[in-house]
């Protein structure tokens, strides 16, 4: 027992002392690894978690140093496949599931077998092709990443080179990884997408403009928050179920909703008459053949086939109306208000301001007005975590975690939704909030103008450097701020030249003598500097050469007109 026990602490294993000769040679030659078992970080020592505790606990900052205590480390939400695109986009999925899980718990993912279709923004190119118009685009819920379907499918659609057949890495016999992130791609697990046409540079919140903001309202148990004015206008107080696909009203403020057959359909439709436009378009210049084209087309009929046997084999329930005795719940539900937006920021009015509508409408939720214009004056960004869920934001519990959040800093003097008495309880507080924030945005003007001169700085460096020091002009800090780094925008501006002095015109013809002095033309007739090497007389004077040559061709040729040439002719033949 002991020499087996010592056998496998040494890490031979077991088994090693049944092999004879073998045992003795492994247990000779083999390393002790027991000191692996015994190998900590230094974070999980604990002199590391005490130091740490302690330095968190002790810690307050200076004694009226205006500043804040050391925060506490806020836990990050890695998203990816499913999680990450429950985040970011939004689904149509089947109108005939109640989806309860997705109602009690926002962060819980839609079945995948559910959707119809994702809904994304503009903007995204296929990695294949690298076309921004996708032409019945789909995505891979492993990844969330979009393809064109034609190329979707002839990426599936391809095999192995037979040479790499032959190398022991080719395991499969397709090609099954997404070309950006290597993530296994499965049949089933592909997507229709939907792109939103609308340009989200231009469909978000700007400080110092206008923005138009929507009072939401959502019960204390449902996570479907719905427009105050969509349940005042029809009376109806809300069943929890996700709206329709086709309710514009409510279409920039929740993610997910409910669709037909009909919308399947119509779907698919737009998509086979976007697939043959750009067949047609494509076939003359380019010699497109038709074989992508009728596996796109055999795809989508499958697809469609699919969904018709489910919403044709299954019952489909009445579409459900609102309980007109729980209208009474809408007393104690959530108020708040949002933009508009299509983006994935969600856009929210921060508490502060909404003390202030509050106290303008008599503390009445319900009196508050279905929508405020108000100017924007800061911009808050953050992130969707337990914290803010559970502590300071309960009502936008609706929003799963890791979305990204933005609070709405407004200016409401002289505003039409603010009374005078209103105004007047919170303006001390709506000043400083002010100030602070005219501070912070003054604080980023500057560390972005000192940002620029310090690049500008070192590109200057890095052209005297690659110059060989041929522009050595000293750099004077001041000037260069004032001046905000650059120069006019003509050719014949130069930097190196020294500033002219119009009040001391003989300074000018001084500077103007002394630089003519020391610079002399070449023979292109532009100014160089003079050498300060004095020249010296290496005997080599091409004057005299020149002059010797001379008399030795003008010896020669006089020695050829002495020469007598003798002619003799004779009247023989031969």
């Given at each position: ?5 010592t056998?496998?602490?040494?890490g ?19 390393a002790?690894?027991k ?9 999980d020592?604990?002199?590391?978690r ?50 309860l ?21 503009q ?11 996708l ?51 499965r ?6 997408v ?6 989200v540079r ?22 479907v ?24 009203q ?40 038709g074989?992508l ?6 795809s ?20 459900v ?76 519990l609706?929003?799963?975690l ?12 002289n ?10 309880t ?39 450097e ?9 750099h ?31 300074r ?21 500097p ?40 004779t009247?023989?033949?031969?």
């Open positions: 027992m002991t020499s087996s026990n056998i496998k602490s040494d031979t294993g077991g088994n090693a002392r049944n092999e004879g000769g073998q045992s003795r040679a492994a247990k000779k030659n083999a002790s690894i000191h692996l078992l015994e190998f900590l970080l230094y974070r020592l604990p002199e590391y005490q130091q740490l505790d302690h330095s968190f606990d002790n810690y307050s900052g200076p004694q009226n140093s205006g500043r804040l205590r050391m925060p506490q480390k806020r836990t990050k939400h890695h998203l990816h496949g499913m999680r990450f695109i429950n985040v970011n986009y939004k689904f149509v999925v089947d109108c005939r599931k109640p989806y899980a997705q109602q009690l718990d926002p962060n819980v993912p839609v079945d995948q077998e559910d959707i119809l279709c994702i809904v994304t923004p903007g995204t190119a296929c990695p294949i092709c690298l076309s921004e118009e032409m019945a685009p789909r995505m891979i819920t492993s990844c969330g990443h979009v393809l064109c379907l034609p190329c979707l499918l002839a990426l599936l659609d391809s095999k192995l080179p037979a040479s790499m057949k032959r190398e022991s890495k080719a395991v499969v016999e397709k090609y099954t990884d997404c070309p950006l992130c290597a993530s296994v791609i049949r089933g697990e592909i997507k229709p939907v792109v939103d046409t609308t340009d231009f469909d978000m919140p700007k400080v110092n403009d206008e923005v138009v903001l929507t009072l939401m309202a959502r019960q204390s148990s449902q996570i928050p719905v427009p105050s004015a969509a349940f005042s206008e029809t009376g109806d107080a809300g069943c929890g179920q996700f709206p329709w696909a086709d309710q514009l409510t279409a920039p403020f929740l993610r997910i909703y409910r669709g037909s057959l009909d919308y399947v359909i119509a779907m698919y439709d737009q998509e086979k008459a976007a697939l043959k436009d750009a067949y047609e378009n494509d076939r003359d210049t380019f010699f497109v053949s074989k084209l009728a596996l796109a087309y055999q989508i009929d499958e697809d469609l086939k699919s969904w018709t046997e489910k919403f044709l084999s299954e019952y489909q329930p009445e579409h109306t609102g309980n007109p005795a729980a209208a009474d719940a809408w007393k104690t539900a959530f108020y708040y208000y949002q933009t508009g937006f299509k983006c994935a920021t969600t856009f929210i009015l921060s508490a502060l301001d909404m003390k202030v509508l509050k106290a303008s409408y008599g503390s009445d939720y319900l009196q508050l007005p279905p929508s405020v214009v108000a100017k924007v004056e800061n911009i808050c960004y953050d992130e969707m975590d337990e914290e803010l869920a559970t502590s300071r934001y309960k009502y936008i609706h929003l799963p890791g979305t990204q959040l933005g609070f709405l800093e407004c200016c409401w003097q505003n039409e939704y603010i009374l005078p008495d209103a105004w007047a919170y303006k001390s507080e709506l000043l400083k909030r002010s100030k602070k924030s005219a501070r912070k945005l003054h604080q980023e003007e500057k560390s972005q103008q000192r940002a620029f001169h310090e690049e500008e700085r070192r590109a200057r460096e890095y052209i005297e690659v110059n060989h020091g041929a522009i050595s002009v000293p004077d800090p001041v000037q260069w701020a004032n001046s905000g780094g650059i120069g006019p925008l003509s050719i014949t501006y130069h930097r190196e030249l020294p500033a002219l002095l119009r009040d001391s015109p003989t000018s013809r001084s500077l103007s003598a002394d630089a003519s002095e020391s610079t002399q033309r070449s023979v292109w007739g532009t100014k160089i003079k050498t300060e090497a004095e020249e010296q007389d290496d005997g080599w004077d091409a004057d005299e050469m020149i002059r010797k040559a001379r008399e030795e061709i003008e010896k020669q040729e006089g020695k050829k007109q002495k020469k007598k040439y003798i002619l003799i002719l009247n023989g033949w031969p």
